[in-house]
């Protein structure tokens, strides 16, 4: 063996030791953390649904609703921890195993978001300078809850 | 003749061109429910992560992004996320977790400025703690990320 065969072998594994780096930076060695979680939605949609949620978690929410209307005009509390609508919804969804979640999460949102809406209408009818975080006058909340027409059916 | 037939298509194309572009951008707007027309109004928050380092396939730490006080009705629009990438560094995936829950992952390639939108939390609710971190695919990879969430209500 002569020194210029020597020197190429030399060379030919300093290139594959530099192209081992090079592909293990360039193509996946590891998984996402995520891959097979039941809560990914990378390339999902069929979690958009509404399921069934009881009764209880539904009034809670609506209730939840009510008393976001009348404390923070409309508005979600700046500490989380402290908001109703986030408690419950929390609360429920951490009961519910992982691959359930995402459903109910859409389902629970819908919840309280019409009922927000229903609110919100009928104090803007009532009371058109109303705008959020402006105080809901007692009388008209009085109002909307005197014939509820609550629809918890959803 | 052929003048009057001419100006005649110009002006029943100008016309439809019109009231399409009147109806589009009136939908941006406004939506009708239960005889109610509601008037959409729009709003956003965003935070920065600090330097999210991973190892060997193990997730960064994750940062905290918080929404703050939103109105009761609101109602994620886009999700938007401009991220800088180390030089250096492997690909990898980007994962931005919802307060719910839910997670999207992104995946990114090359070093530099970035910027990824999701459309995957549209219509869900903004309100709470958002989570970024990033996950190599390769020995180590670095970024820093910010986030934006529009949403209307």
Avoid: C
């Amino acid at each position: 063996m002569n020194f210029s065969s020597i020197g190429n072998l030399h060379q030919s594994v300093k290139i594959a030791q530099m192209k081992e780096l090079v592909d293990s930076q360039s193509s996946p060695r590891y998984p996402g953390t995520y891959d097979n979680d039941p809560m990914n939605i990378t390339n999902r949609t069929d979690w958009k649904k509404i399921v069934p949620v009881p009764d209880k978690v539904k009034q809670d929410l609506i209730n939840a609703v009510k008393e976001t209307m009348e404390q923070n005009g409309g508005m979600r509390h700046a500490n989380e921890e402290k908001d109703p609508i986030h408690r419950i919804k929390q609360t429920y969804l951490n009961s519910l195993p992982k691959s359930e979640r995402l459903s109910a999460s859409w389902t629970l949102t819908e919840i309280y978001r019409n009922e927000a809406q229903r609110l919100v209408d009928f104090v803007r009818v009532k009371d058109p300078s109303w705008d959020w975080g402006k105080p809901v006058k007692t009388e008209i909340l009085e109002e909307v809850y005197k014939s509820p027409n609550v629809d918890i059916k959803v | 003749m052929y003048k009057r037939i001419y100006s005649f298509i110009v002006a029943i194309v100008m016309m439809f061109t019109l009231s399409v572009s009147v109806s589009v951008s009136a939908e941006d707007t406004t939506f009708m429910s239960d005889d109610t027309i509601s008037i959409f109004a729009t709003n956003y928050f965003s935070g920065s992560t600090g330097t999210m380092n991973s190892l060997y396939g193990n997730e960064s730490t994750l940062f905290n992004i918080s929404s703050g006080t939103t109105p009761s009705l609101a109602k994620v629009s886009g999700v938007t996320l401009n991220v800088n990438v180390s030089s250096g560094s492997a690909p990898f995936y980007l994962n931005v977790k919802h307060p719910d829950g839910s997670v999207v992952q992104h995946y990114i390639t090359g070093t530099g400025n970035k910027s990824v939108t999701f459309d995957q939390f549209n219509h869900t609710d903004p309100y709470g703690t958002w989570k970024v971190s990033i996950t190599t695919t390769g020995i180590v990879s670095t970024a820093t990320a910010r986030m934006t969430v529009n949403y209307t209500y």
